[in-house]
């Protein structure tokens, strides 16, 4: 469908594909913060379920896709790219948030033990890939595990913001989970839901135009899979998460931002699950190489940051940001320098 396009017209499919999610991305975050406001779940478990996996699904479709094409690297390493990515984002709006460290501002314990989870969930593809090629019914067993942990984590979360049993202390720059007060005009729910469910539609199919378009480009210039999925498609495919929380730190609705990114990052996980459903030439763990899973390891490291930056709390550091948002950037520059300047693997 795409092979017979000009490569003009098909870097011109895949920036308009690009700017539908960009857009979809953006109007979902205010929607989500209203969702979170009038269903009393507060905004960290919103915007790490809905929000995260929601702003998740074009990526997911990417990764889907590319499974059943039988594009293993590039459905691994879309999925993994894109949390490595969310993460600098995270650093990129503590430099936008110049009250204080943000990870210090958003303190919240759903937060860090979301951090955790997915510190865990990214191990599990690392140990898959090291253990036996086995399957059942054409999955993995970790793609299972990797489900259930996920749901699992889901609830525990849920109980972590009800009833903590460890609490942040609040100082004057802590951001406190509080309602917003809604427009006059803001949108009654069923409205709400028929907009969020209409712009998630319009983001999958944006997903799926992404995908074809990486494939074709990767076969046509002859580049590593593992680049394209970690810095093409799971860079675009995450800007939502870029642009809903620079919006919702200005918005000083920090929580949300922080757990918008940590939640989707999770979510983001399943990518593989899903992928490794769809890929039918056996286990997508093993279909694998060391270029994708370098970005499992890097995902790691900056998730350990992150999550060690929430539990220091540093209230200001270098530039106005905290220590954590420094290791992070620079971790991912090295990343990208890595995987640009070495060979496949």
Not at 316 to 329: D, F, H, K, R
């Amino acid at each position: 469908m795409f092979g017979a396009l000009s490569t003009p017209i098909l870097l011109g499919v895949f920036a308009v594909a690009a700017l539908v999610i960009v857009f979809g991305g953006t109007r979902m975050t205010g929607q989500a913060d209203l969702i979170a406001d009038r269903t009393g779940l507060g905004e960290a478990i919103v915007g790490g379920v809905l929000l995260g996996a929601s702003t998740s699904l074009s990526g997911t479709i990417v990764s889907v896709t590319a499974a059943v094409d039988g594009r293993a690297s590039l459905a691994f390493s879309n999925g993994i790219g894109g949390i490595a990515a969310q993460t600098a984002f995270l650093a990129i709006a503590d430099v936008v948030h110049r009250r204080a460290n943000l990870e210090h501002a958003a303190a919240d314990m759903a937060n860090v033990f979301q951090g955790a989870l997915l510190m865990l969930m990214l191990a599990l593809p690392l140990a898959a890939w090291l253990g036996p090629d086995v399957t059942l019914l054409g999955v993995h067993p970790v793609s299972v595990l990797l489900l259930a942990i996920y749901l699992g984590g889901v609830y525990a979360t849920h109980l972590v913001r009800q009833k903590p049993m460890w609490e942040a202390v609040e100082t004057t720059e802590t951001d406190t989970d509080t309602p917003d007060e809604e427009e006059a005009d803001a949108p009654s729910t069923p409205r709400l839901v028929a907009s969020f469910a209409a712009l998630m539609l319009a983001m999958a199919t944006a997903g799926w135009v992404v995908a074809q378009v990486a494939g074709e480009l990767t076969d046509r210039f002859d580049i590593r899979a593992s680049v394209v999925g970690a810095l093409m498609t799971a860079v675009v495919t995450s800007l939502p998460e870029l642009i809903t929380t620079l919006a919702a730190v200005r918005r000083g609705a920090l929580q949300l931002a922080m757990g918008g990114i940590i939640g989707g990052n999770t979510f983001d996980t399943l990518f593989l699950v899903a992928a490794d459903g769809a890929y039918r030439e056996g286990s997508l763990y093993h279909a694998v190489g060391r270029d994708d899973l370098f970005w499992i390891t890097v995902g790691l490291i900056m998730t350990a940051i992150l999550t060690l930056g929430q539990l220091f709390r540093q209230k200001e550091g270098p530039g106005n940001i905290g220590l954590e948002s420094v290791g992070i950037l620079v971790v991912y520059a090295a990343a990208i320098l890595i995987q640009t300047l070495a060979g496949g693997g």
